[in-house]
């Protein structure tokens, strides 16, 4: 929602957090029916951050499609609790399912030296593999084990 969107006595004020009009409409997330959970994972050399039911482009894996895979995990949030410490994050699990296959944008290169008549063209096209992330798992209760014995 944009300034000119909103009708206002305050013409003058156009940004956000200066206009009395547009005062709480922007910067926080009320109203949202379900809790924040997200995770930062380790793919392909990079973090990322994932939630549930996000396609994200990793590099290129092998597997077909529909196949399911576990990312490990770096960090985990949980509403207000941040998990970050590596005994406790090797409990959750996020799993992925392989949508399907990508690729980057064409990386075009041109090699020139003067006056020696030496021109190369390459080009560089990286391959990824987009995956759907269906699912943050915590870790299972040790108290269910304990009761069986």
């Keep these: 929602m944009g300034p000119q969107d909103v009708s206002c006595k305050f013409r003058r004020a156009r940004r956000w957090h200066t206009n009395p009009c547009l005062a709480g409409t922007r910067g926080h997330a009320r109203g949202r029916e379900s809790s924040r959970v997200y995770a930062i994972v380790r793919a392909g050399g990079r973090q990322e951050k994932v939630s549930v039911d996000d396609v994200l482009n990793v590099d290129k894996l092998s597997g ?86």
């Design 64 to 149: 077909a499609v529909g196949s399911s895979i576990v990312l490990p995990a770096v960090l985990v949030v949980d509403d207000d609790n941040v998990i970050s410490d590596p005994a406790k994050v090797s409990g959750y699990q996020i799993t992925a399912e392989i949508v399907g296959d990508a690729a980057g944008p064409k990386i075009n290169m041109i090699h020139y030296r003067n006056k020696t008549g030496y021109r190369r063209r390459l080009g560089h096209r990286q391959k990824y593999t987009q995956v759907r992330i269906t699912g943050i798992d915590g870790p299972k209760k040790a108290s269910t084990a304990k009761a069986k014995s």
